[in-house]
């Protein structure tokens, strides 16, 4: 059985919308940290931090969801 970081590995060589998902997520990650690192955040940096933490979370979402598909597709292949 593959381990999810093998199944990583072989869907960013293999899979150019996980790829772009995972990009996204990393750079979503990123404005993330900047808008934490304020102490105060105002009523328009709360929205925007409401909106990147759900977007993270559906992309994150969307790479599991690539991931069982992969699982699930080689299970299938090898019970062939």
Same mark, same amino acid.
Do not use: V
């Given at each position: 059985m593959l381990t999810e970081d093998v199944i990583v590995d072989l869907l960013r060589q293999s899979n150019s919308e996980f790829r772009q998902l995972e990009e996204s997520h990393h750079r979503l990650d990123a404005e993330l940290a900047e808008l934490q690192k304020r102490h105060v955040l105002t009523p328009q940096e709360e929205?925007?931090?409401?909106?990147?933490?759900? /977007?993270?979370?559906?992309?994150?979402?969307?790479?599991? /969801?690539?991931?069982?598909?992969?699982? /699930?597709?080689?299970?299938?292949?090898?019970?062939?």
């Open positions: 929205l925007q931090k409401k909106q990147i933490q759900k /977007e993270k979370l559906a992309k994150k979402d969307k790479m599991a /969801e690539l991931m069982r598909l992969y699982r /699930e597709h080689r299970a299938g292949a090898a019970a062939r």
